[in-house]
């Protein structure tokens, strides 16, 4: 208050400024500016107040002021405008700091985002040489040079500012709000509503709810819990209070041992008291504190049993929480039909009893099952809804779950340029949340990225602490952390990650409550079995893989296990039936618009294809299409595209297989063979010195490819000594009608489609071996 009188004295002498008070909910920012006003109205400043309304733009607040300031219509139509700009800023500063003392404050301005803090920054140019002074709160620093920041008031303080409390009391209240006076405020009224007098310390630790996202530790929480445990004597209460620190300590990845201790203790005790409310209120509590998938056979009997305890009890909201931990296992078990059942069964009982916050669970489900079965539109929408949701009853996960569901989206869909900022949003996410391997999901996305040092660096620092963790994000992580292996090639790493998701073979990868969903574990050993060149178990994962996500319907997911399926069978030389899965997948990207995996697949070799169709082949290159008789040449053809870079002898081309064995033999290249060769040879040379000489880069780039191309052939022609190599003559009859046929088939080809004939001039090579050596400006691969 004092800061805030100088303030005041400095506006009157027409030098006002900016003053931001910023601090958690319950700090007691919006009581101090109310009693900034009021100081400021004693003195006989005009008080304007205005707060940005949840959901609207930013400048809302601004125009709020400036009407109530008196200004013209047209600067408030001006500053709300889309095109509104500096100058239009600058004009609303200028009126608001004419006239007389004014103290102008706007309550929780950081709700207005971006739009209402950058406008502080201009009004604060202005304000310095008028009377006017301006309070900001927020719950953030804005990075204003004058700012004060609230925090929790001592034990003394705090029962001096709520006066009329016993010691006992004061000390429970100070425990569960952490100094805050707002918070303690409310907790008060709590107390004093139940009627009881037993211990406040017990009952603020069993009433009180956490106020903190999923992970993060409500150290105030667990102070009042382990207070609590000091006084608490009968089984039952005690029992309650355990299982609640258990859970609460889940937050704190160091703490596994001492989580588990508690749980068990809280169990022991909970079975001994007989009382179903309690042990349905433990075997949740428990659920949570040792959470990770490889209980997921115990979580789903736990649930069950949640169920059958709360409604001998008669606790509603025990029982739904039971039925949301039967579709958590059932999700983590891959049995995803009776998920779906147990999710609508919980979401009836939701909408019985009015559960605003099972609604929202609810919702957020139906969006990440929406995008499982890549709808992604409605999974947007259905996130946009949780968002809205989640912040109108202030949920503690609101941010958390609505960036989850965003986040899975955008990782089929493609971050564009937003990429880097959701990489730092998860590494601040990581720093909050230690030992909890967030991490890992900047290490998955600087692979999808292609920004493979940072991924490998991003593995090495995570993978031995990963290899030993567990909880409700480890095995996500160790997806994630799979896809960086697989990225960069780092075999090693492949056989551990191989090793520990092994287990867990024909389930999805989950996050937490099932609150995103990945590929299945299957196709994680897929991509790591192949990293490690153990091609014929990657394909038999990937397989399995397939067979799952068709069952399911989750088709980005077979996307790219089909992607990851037809890479393993390239590498294996099954060229054939690789194309017709990168054909597949392909075609689902497309249709559900899935950038990142479209940009794996490159080129679409769906646009350059050669296709039979009974008595005609079926020609696609670009733009270009074609309908051809049937004919040998596009047999021998079709043989080369579907295998690029890969030598054929002509023979094989001709007997439509493995070639002939060869009898008698002769030259590969006769006398006059070799003369022509060598005189061209000695030609080019001095083209090429030419070109040298007079430095023409493309005429001599040319020059070199043909002597290149003239020495492998001589070299083919003679072995030791100069001595001319010998051929048989079926290889060499094969050799010269294969390369006739080619040529004839490549011309018809040009008749209707001289691009694709024109690119299969520069790429096919004939000879004794017929290669396809794909050339600039056309297709890796084609559809075959």
Not at 160 to 173: E, F, K, S, V, Y
Not at 209 to 229: G, H, K
Not at 388 to 398: F, N, Q, S, W
């Amino acid at each position: 208050m004092n800061e805030i009188g100088r303030l005041l004295d400095r506006a009157a002498r027409s030098a006002g400024g900016v003053l931001a008070i910023s601090g958690p909910k319950g700090s007691g920012k919006t009581l101090i500016a109310e009693a900034a006003a009021a100081d400021a109205r004693r003195r006989g400043f005009e008080v304007l107040w205005a707060s940005p309304p949840e959901g609207q733009p930013g400048r809302m607040a601004w125009a709020q002021l400036l009407r109530d300031a008196g200004a013209p219509a047209g600067l408030m139509a001006s500053l709300l405008s889309n095109d509104a700009g500096p100058l239009d800023l600058d004009s609303a500063a200028r009126h608001l700091v004419s006239g007389s003392p004014r103290l102008i404050v706007v309550d929780d301005v950081d709700r207005g985002g971006p739009d209402a803090v950058g406008m502080l920054s201009v009004l604060a140019a202005r304000c310095a040489a008028a009377p006017v002074a301006v309070i900001a709160t927020a719950a953030g620093p804005l990075g204003l040079r004058q700012e004060l920041r609230l925090s929790g008031l001592s034990e003394q303080e705090l029962g001096a500012a709520l006066g009329g409390l016993d010691a006992t009391d004061c000390h429970a209240l100070w425990l569960a709000s952490g100094g805050l006076p707002g918070v303690a405020r409310q907790l008060a009224q709590e107390l004093d509503g139940t009627g009881e007098r037993d211990d406040p310390v017990i009952r603020l630790a069993l009433t009180r709810e956490s106020t903190v996202p999923f992970l993060a530790l409500d150290t105030n929480l667990i102070r009042l819990l382990e207070a609590a445990l000091d006084r608490v004597r009968d089984d039952r209460t005690r029992a309650r209070v355990l299982a609640m620190l258990a859970r609460e300590l889940l937050g704190d990845a160091a703490a596994a041992a001492r989580r588990r201790a508690l749980a068990d203790e809280a169990l022991r005790l909970a079975r001994r008291a007989e009382d179903p409310g309690t042990l349905a209120d433990v075997l949740d509590a428990r659920l949570h504190a040792l959470w990770d998938q490889r209980g997921s056979e115990d979580r789903l009997a736990a649930g069950s049993e949640i169920i059958d305890l709360a409604r001998a009890a008669g606790d509603g909201k025990r029982e739904r929480l039971g039925m949301f931990w039967r579709f958590v296992a059932l999700m983590e078990l891959g049995r995803v039909a009776e998920a779906e059942s147990a999710l609508a069964a919980f979401a009836h009982e939701a909408a019985a009893a009015g559960d605003a916050e099972a609604a929202v669970l609810v919702t957020a489900r139906h969006a990440m099952l929406a995008t499982l079965r890549g709808r992604f539109d409605e999974a947007s929408q259905l996130a946009a809804e949780v968002k809205e949701a989640a912040e109108r009853i202030a949920l503690p996960d609101a941010e958390l779950i609505s960036r989850t569901l965003e986040g899975s989206v955008a990782m089929q869909r493609g971050f564009g340029d937003d990429w880097r900022h959701w990489v730092d949003v998860l590494l601040a996410s990581a720093r909050h949340r230690p030992g909890h391997l967030v991490e890992s999901t900047a290490a998955r996305m600087f692979a999808v990225q292609r920004r493979n040092d940072e991924a490998a660096a991003e593995l090495e620092r995570l993978l031995p602490r990963a290899l030993a963790n567990s909880g409700p994000r480890w095995l996500g992580a160790m997806a994630d952390l799979a896809t960086a292996a697989a990225a960069v090639g780092d075999a090693g790493a492949a056989a551990k990650i191989y090793q520990a998701l092994v287990p867990y073979d024909g389930r999805p990868v989950l996050w937490g409550g099932a609150a995103a969903v990945w590929e299945p574990v299957s196709h994680q050993l897929g991509m790591l079995a192949a990293t490690m060149g153990r091609h014929a178990d990657a394909i038999g994962h990937f397989e399995d893989a397939i067979e799952f996500e068709e069952r399911i319907g989750a088709l980005p997911f077979l996307a790219h296990s089909l992607a990851g399926l037809a890479d393993t069978l390239a590498s294996s030389g099954d060229a054939a039936r690789a194309a017709r899965c990168r054909h597949r997948s392909r075609d689902i990207a497309q249709r559900l618009g899935m950038s990142v995996l479209l940009d794996r697949l490159g080129p679409a070799a769906s646009e350059w294809s050669l296709v039979r169709d009974g008595e005609v082949w079926l020609l696609s290159a670009g733009a270009e299409r074609a309908r051809l008789r049937d004919g040998r040449g596009l047999h021998y053809l079709r043989a080369l595209l579907a295998e690029p870079r890969r030598d054929i002898p002509s023979l094989d081309l001709a007997a439509g297989g493995a070639g002939l064995a060869s009898a008698t033999v002769g030259p590969v290249l006769d006398a006059a063979a070799r003369d022509s060769y060598r005189r061209r040879l000695g030609a080019v040379t001095e083209a090429l010195d030419a070109a040298d000489r007079s430095g023409d880069r493309q005429a001599g780039e040319r020059a070199a490819a043909e002597r290149a191309a003239l020495i492998r052939e001589l070299r083919g022609g003679v072995g030791l000594g100069g001595r001319s190599r010998q051929i048989a003559p079926e290889t060499e009859r094969a050799r010269v009608n294969v390369t006739r046929t080619l040529r004839a088939a490549i011309g018809r080809i040009a008749a209707a489609a001289p691009n694709a004939a024109a690119h299969l001039r520069a790429s096919v090579r004939t000879g004794t071996y017929c290669r396809y050596d794909p050339a600039p400006g056309g297709p890796d691969r084609w559809h075959v």
